[in-house]
């Protein structure tokens, strides 16, 4: 098994700019999580799936959206992209509920300049 | 608004040294999670505990929940330098299906 893949591994965008930051996993879990994580901060949740056709909101969802359109897919959508989403994204999936494993992707680093 | 809080949030030490490492909040957490993350990868759980005052030994590695379950800690005997990385706590809310991380504790063990 690959586990999650991420990609693009790092990305440079301009202001403006959109992009779809694409996470697959292949260990048939129902739970699908995007976090950002910024230096010193931790990781924040911007939007976690608990299933195909279902989302919702994290912590800090503002410019950014979200689909889950297969179990094994959950692609992260900026549309304009700011200078304030410089960070490094990650993907994670779970079997269950948020007590069960996080399996988490290498990340996706997007600068924006 | 961070409701988890690390400390240190550095800590150099020498191999072979013992250090603790904390997670505290003002809120209850169903369930407490010690990551570690090492450069350029994704976080790797190393426990999850679930009841109050728990305590559980992974190796030199020795984790526990508080008795309110709102603070953590993470105690490691004898430091190698295969322990250095980023340590980040996460606390899980029963309202939601979500986990919330804490700043994370940058440790280095020196040879």
């Known amino acids: 098994n690959a586990g999650v893949t991420q990609t693009p591994k790092f990305r440079i965008l301009k202001i403006g700019q959109s992009m779809t930051l694409q996470c697959t996993q292949d260990?048939?879990?129902?739970?699908m999580y995007w976090y950002r994580q910024d230096p010193g901060m931790g990781l924040k949740l911007i939007y976690y799936?608990?299933?195909?056709?279902?989302?919702d909101k994290g912590e800090v969802p503002n410019g950014y959206n979200v689909s889950r359109s297969t179990t094994e897919d959950f692609p992260l959508r900026l549309e304009l992209a700011a200078p304030s989403q410089t960070s490094v994204y990650f993907c994670?999936?779970?079997?269950?509920?948020?007590?069960?494993?996080?399996?988490f992707g290498p990340g996706t680093r997007l600068l924006v300049l | 608004t961070q409701l988890l809080e690390q400390s240190p949030q550095f800590l150099s030490i020498q191999e072979g040294e013992n250090l603790t490492v904390y997670c505290n909040s003002s809120s209850v957490f169903s369930s407490l999670q010690w990551y570690r993350q090492e450069p350029g990868e994704g976080p790797v759980l190393l426990v999850t505990v679930v009841t109050g005052g728990e305590v559980k030994k992974l190796k030199r590695l020795t984790f526990q929940f508080g008795d309110a379950r709102k603070d953590s800690s993470l105690h490691i005997t004898a430091a190698q330098p295969g322990d250095t990385g980023l340590y980040l706590c996460?606390?899980?809310?029963?309202?939601?299906?979500?986990?919330?991380f804490g700043t994370g504790t940058s440790l280095t063990v020196i040879p």
């Open positions: 799936s608990v299933g195909a056709g279902i989302t």
């Open positions: 996460a606390g899980g809310v029963n309202t939601g299906n979500q986990f919330y």
């Open positions: 260990m048939n879990h129902n739970y």
């Open positions: 994670a999936s779970s079997y269950g509920l948020a007590e069960e494993t996080q399996y």
